[in-house]
Nanobody, 122 residues
Framework: HAQLVESGGESVQAGGSLRLSCATS????????MAWFRQPPGKEREGIAY???????DYADSVKGRFTIPKDVAENILYLQMNSLKPEDTADYYC?????????????????WGQGTQVTVS
């Protein structure tokens, strides 16, 4: 049974950077897909960054080139490095695992979620 706890969300100015963390327990996160989703106010949850079991990564077009998942698994913590932040990045951010080797984009495929952390960009 996976447990996920996000942290690192805060209010920042446009153009700034943030690093979100997702502490995992119950398994080593490189065993299965891990993903970052976000849910802007009044909108649906969307997948933005994925790291598969083989540590390859994929990103949504909206964040490609600005957000990255560092591949250090030593501390069993998943990070999301967010640079060049824009007001449209304002959202609640969640980490999740679908308990499979490869990530999928549908949030319904993910049984394990963290509680979320809020990012506000102004």
């Amino acid at each position: 049974h996976a447990q996920l706890v996000e942290s690192g969300g805060e209010s920042v100015q446009a153009g700034g950077s943030l690093r979100l963390s997702c502490a995992t327990s119950g398994y080593t996160y490189s065993t299965y897909c891990m993903a970052w989703f976000r849910q802007p106010p009044g909108k649906e949850r969307e997948g933005i960054a994925y790291i598969h079991h083989d540590l390859t990564t994929d990103y949504a077009d909206s964040v490609k080139g600005r957000f990255t998942i560092p591949k250090d698994v030593a501390e069993n913590i998943l990070y999301l490095q967010m640079n060049s932040l824009k007001p449209e990045d304002t959202a609640d951010y969640y980490c999740a695992t679908n308990w499979r080797l490869r990530c999928t984009e549908n949030p319904s495929d993910f049984p394990y979620w963290g509680q979320g952390t809020q990012v506000t960009v102004s």
